[in-house]
């Protein structure tokens, strides 16, 4: 109880440090952008580089400062960086693939490109803003928390904890109509996909370009909602989504339907299969 109760002391110092720098940033755009200041790109830039930078530094604080670790024990190999994040891109985007072509394939979603509104800048700008966020996200849940967990519990356990955290932290969508359960179970097959990734290779590159991959070909490029967010900057489409909520998902995007789950099923058997054990 002893050995729990302290790894749990350590995890809220990592999370009550993250919370504070995130704060310290947005309250900065705040003041300085005024009310409308969301609307401002340079200031949601600032707040989403703000927020990787603030969980990162709380990790190395956490990591060298409280556990007297070094660099190379923190998931970030520098050295492995291009590979990870190349091939977890074109994972995250293959398997993002899957479910649409289900949808197409059953008569819920045709391909029916618009590019009339195409703005490449508005593309380079949304896909900028996802980037900063998956970093955000992977760093927060499967740093330090997934670190401490799985040195001392194992790496079962360390992924079942950080993936009810990662749904936790999508909980407003999941929680927002009937789809929402489905969602959540997208979420939490995605982050078992990613602390699969993170595990067989000892660093947090392939989580960080599967998630991005993901999210990137979605939102961004394909003006689709990301678990009911629309990251997408631009006003363009390729895909028309006519079937039933139960499969497209609906307002939630893909992962919010049915079909949305084969994703992080083959991307599981797909590392599973193919990526080795460091």
């Known amino acids: 109880m002893r050995r729990l109760a302290i790894s749990i002391g350590k995890i809220v110092l990592f999370l009550a440090l993250w919370a504070g720098l995130v704060a310290a940033v947005t309250m900065t755009a705040v003041q300085l952008g005024g009310e409308e200041w969301f609307a401002d790109l340079r200031w949601r830039y600032l707040t989403e580089a703000g927020a990787a930078a603030g969980v990162f530094v709380a990790l190395l604080v956490m990591a060298f400062l409280i556990d007297k670790r070094g660099w190379n024990t923190i998931g970030l190999p520098l050295w492995r960086a291009p590979a990870g994040l190349i091939a977890g891109a074109l994972i995250g985007a293959l398997i993002f693939m899957i479910p649409l072509a289900i949808l197409v394939s059953m008569g819920a979603a045709s391909y029916s ?9 508005a593309l380079a700008v949304g896909l900028g803003f996802t980037i900063l966020n998956v970093i955000h996200q992977e760093l927060l849940v499967r740093s330090y928390i997934f670190q401490e967990l799985w040195s001392k519990y194992g790496a079962l356990a360390a992924t079942i904890a950080t993936s009810v955290f990662f749904v936790a932290l999508h909980a407003a969508p999941i929680l927002s109509g009937p789809l929402g359960p489905l969602a ?4 939490f097959l995605a982050s078992l996909l990613l602390s699969l990734a993170y595990v067989r290779t000892r660093a947090l590159w392939l989580p960080i370009g599967i998630h991005f991959g993901w999210n990137g070909l979605q939102g961004p490029v394909l003006q689709i909602n990301v678990t009911g967010a629309d990251i997408g900057l631009g006003d363009w489409r390729f895909f028309t989504f006519d079937g039933p909520d139960l499969w497209t998902g609906g ?8 079909a949305g789950l084969a994703g992080p099923l083959v991307g599981i058997a797909l590392v599973a299969a193919f990526v080795k054990q460091r």
């Open 113 to 121: 490109p618009d590019l009339s509104g195409f703005s490449a800048n």
């Open 184 to 187: 959540g179970l997208n979420v």
């Open 251 to 258: 307002a939630l995007g893909v992962e919010g339907g049915l």
